[in-house]
């Protein structure tokens, strides 16, 4: 059977549950079909300590404050699973759980969108998948010989899992900074932090409002033509959550450089100095989840899709959502979700009209 509708929206994390709020103000029909069979998106599956690198008012998506989480000002995942769910049934979305979306096709005037559990076929898509399911792992040498347990920063949860282990944590962005404190904080895991470049800290006051009104200013900047100002990326790539604050200043947060080679038992530098590990974390980013768009043949080089804000440029049908900045600043953050949401909502209610 074939359902059909104006809109389909796949995924129904943040980014989804934003274009639902902008669709429904618009008036459209629609639907949210989301893989998950609960609300949450991938806030359901970070690590135990994971809290916000924002405080609650700063983390809201379009039309409901998220509430502060009493005895924390930076919430934890727990607590934004729960505003999500919240955020879901306050504004009575319509999000089908759990449907797998298989693939989007081209149909005539229509774009057809098969699922685990049907078909609809819809005169607009909006993609909002996020990259937590696409886990990334830099192609290192020797990563077929190590004996021990690699996992991804997706499947880290606390340090209990690695009591009285060596641990080798690789990456110097956020989640590599956050577990590596995690563990360093631990005292039975004894850890090697490497990074590939020396790990930029932001200043201490610095946290994801800065980190907004950062991207925000970029946007303004690149949209009155008075050029680039570097964004997020010019004030450095970690957060100082208090426990990388806590861990770094206790002098337990060292970085190495990058070793040149994984061995049966650890990793080794190219100057043969070497790292026992019983686990390697990979802590090296993720990729946008936009398998189910390649009947659509859109993909760039670089393995994003080209858009105009969050049109695709060669399927004016299609929105992406989320993903990161390609996708309008900030769009991958609670904060951001909104301002494109809104954008995406406006085109297809021109479009469709
Ligand atoms: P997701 O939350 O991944 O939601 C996508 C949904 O789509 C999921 O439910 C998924 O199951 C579903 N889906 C995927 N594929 C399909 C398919 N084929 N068919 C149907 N459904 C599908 N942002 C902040 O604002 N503040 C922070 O402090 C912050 N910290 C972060 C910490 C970490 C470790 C990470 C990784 C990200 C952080 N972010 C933060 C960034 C961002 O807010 C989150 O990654 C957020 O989960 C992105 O939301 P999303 O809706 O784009 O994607």
Not at 139 to 157: E, K, W
Not at 164 to 174: M, P
Not at 197 to 219: Q, W
């Amino acid at each position: 059977m074939t359902h059909t509708v104006d809109v389909v929206v796949i995924g129904g994390g943040q980014a989804g549950l934003a274009a639902g709020y902008h669709l429904r103000r618009k008036k459209l029909d629609f639907v949210i079909l989301d893989a998950q069979d609960e609300p949450g998106g991938a806030w359901r599956h970070t690590w135990d300590s994971l809290h916000l690198f924002s405080p609650a008012a700063f983390s809201s998506l379009p039309g409901r404050l998220m509430p502060a989480q009493s005895g924390e000002e930076y919430p934890d995942a727990h607590h934004v699973v729960g505003y999500l769910a919240d955020y879901d049934q306050r504004y009575d979305l319509p999000v089908h759980r759990p449907v797998r979306v298989d693939s989007v096709r081209r149909d005539g005037h229509r774009l057809r969108v098969e699922t685990d559990s049907g078909a609809w076929s819809a005169r607009a898509v909006v993609s909002a998948t996020g990259t937590w399911w696409r886990p990334f792992i830099p192609a290192v040498p020797g990563r077929s010989t190590f004996a021990g347990r690699q996992l991804h920063t997706t499947g880290y949860r606390s340090p209990e899992a690695f009591a009285g282990q060596r641990v080798v944590v690789v990456g110097g962005g956020n989640s590599g900074a956050q577990i590596a404190a995690d563990l360093a904080l631990a005292d039975d895991v004894d850890l090697t932090w490497v990074t590939q470049r020396p790990p930029r800290y932001l200043a201490d006051d610095i946290d994801g409002r800065a980190l907004f009104d950062a991207a925000t200013a970029r946007r303004r900047a690149l949209d009155e033509g008075t050029g680039d100002t570097g964004g997020v990326g010019s004030l450095g790539d970690i957060v100082a959550v208090p426990p990388v604050r806590t861990a770094r200043d206790a002098g337990l947060l060292k970085a190495e450089p990058m070793f040149t080679r994984l061995t049966a038992d650890g990793v080794i530098w190219a100057d043969g100095t070497t790292a026992a590990a019983a686990a390697v974390i990979w802590s090296t980013g993720f990729r946008p989840a936009l398998a189910h768009l390649a009947p659509l043949a859109l993909r760039s080089r670089q393995g994003h899709i080209a858009t105009e804000g969050t049109r695709a440029i060669g399927e004016p049908r299609l929105h992406l959502l989320g993903y990161g900045d390609w996708t309008g600043p900030a769009s991958a953050t609670l904060i951001g979700a909104g301002r494109p949401a809104r954008e995406a909502a406006a085109e297809i209610t021109a479009l469709l009209s």
